[in-house]
């Protein structure tokens, strides 16, 4: 098996700062690539920031500048620093990876559960 844990949601104010983190554990073999999305209530899931093979990082355009996709390989884990946040970042926020698993056996797409993010202004 192998699981996503989200943590570092929280509530900041307007211009605020906060960081993510995702640990992938179980059978894996390697994480091809790495993701943040978001979910607003009533909105679709969107892809914030995503890293490939731990260097090559996308941003939606409305985070540019701000957002940070980073990831440590030994620690099958991936951050997303978030600066100068805005009410609109408030969603709650998925860490996807995609993962060659021991147990799978093949290249698998997994999810976390999500952690609130919320800006007030």
């Known amino acids: 098996q192998v699981h996503l844990v989200e943590s570092g949601g929280g509530l900041v104010q307007t211009g605020g700062s906060l960081r993510l983190s995702c640990l992938a554990s179980g059978s894996i073999f390697r994480i091809n690539a790495m993701g943040w999305y978001r979910q607003a209530p009533g909105k679709e899931r969107e892809l914030v920031a995503e890293i490939i093979d731990g260097t090559n990082t996308k941003y939606m355009d409305s985070v540019k500048g701000r957002f940070t996709i980073s990831s440590d390989a030994a620690k099958n884990t991936a951050y997303l620093q978030m600066n100068g946040l805005k009410p609109e970042d408030t969603a709650v926020y998925y860490c996807?990876?995609?993962?060659?698993?021991?147990?799978?056996?093949?290249?698998?797409?997994?999810w976390g559960n999500g952690t609130l993010v919320t800006v007030s202004s």
């Open positions: 996807n990876a995609d993962i060659i698993s021991w147990m799978a056996g093949g290249l698998t797409d997994y």
